[in-house]
C-alpha cells in the first residue's frame, strides 16, 4: 500500500503473527523509479522482517495502464509484441539506468535468497508437524523458482 512505512508492516506482522497466522508480502519490482539501490533495499527488509512467505513481482506493462502510457511516452517499452508479456521471462522495458535484465535478476535472487537462508529453513523443518506438512511448508513454495 503506497505511503506504508517499514515499521507499519513489521507492527501488522506482529499482530497478525499474534493470533497464529501466517504472513505473506508481496512486493513488486520495476515501477517507474526504481534503482539498484532500491532493489537491494527491498530484498534485504524481505529478510529482515518475519515474514512467513514472499512473493516479489515484477511490474507488467498491460494496455491501457499508466505504466503503459508511462513506457511508451518514455520510449522505454522494448517491443509490443504481446508473446513476449511474460514476467517469468526477461521484461520488455528497460529503464535508462536500470535494464529489465536486471530487474528480473534481481527478482531471481531476491527469490533465492529469501527462501534459501538456514535459518528460514531451519524455522520451516521446525514447523513441520506431520509427513503431510513436508510438502506445504518446505517444498512447496521454493518449487516454482
Known amino acids: 500500500m503506497k505511503g506504508t512505512t517499514p515499521d507499519q508492516v513489521c507492527k501488522a506482522i506482529a499482530m497478525v503473527k499474534s493470533v497464529g497466522m501466517e504472513v505473506l508480502l508481496f512486493f513488486i519490482l520495476g ?37 503503459y502510457d508511462y513506457l511508451v511516452e518514455n520510449k522505454y517499452l522494448k517491443t509490443k509484441d504481446w508473446s513476449k508479456y511474460d514476467p517469468m521471462k526477461c521484461l520488455v522495458y528497460d529503464y535508462p ?33 506431520s509427513f503431510r506438512l513436508i510438502w506445504k511448508k518446505l517444498l512447496q513454495p521454493i518449487t516454482f523458482y
Open 97 to 129: 539506468h536500470l535494464s529489465g535484465e536486471e530487474i528480473f535478476q534481481a527478482h531471481y535472487y531476491g527469490l533465492r535468497s529469501f527462501y534459501l537462508r538456514p535459518s528460514y529453513i531451519l524455522k520451516r523443518i521446525l514447523k513441520i508437524r
Open 31 to 67: 515501477l517507474p523509479g526504481e534503482t539498484k539501490e532500491t532493489m537491494a533495499e527491498t530484498i534485504k527488509f524481505t529478510k529482515s522482517v518475519d515474514a512467513d512467505y514472499i512473493t516479489l513481482g515484477i511490474a507488467q506493462p498491460f494496455l491501457g495502464t499508466p505504466f
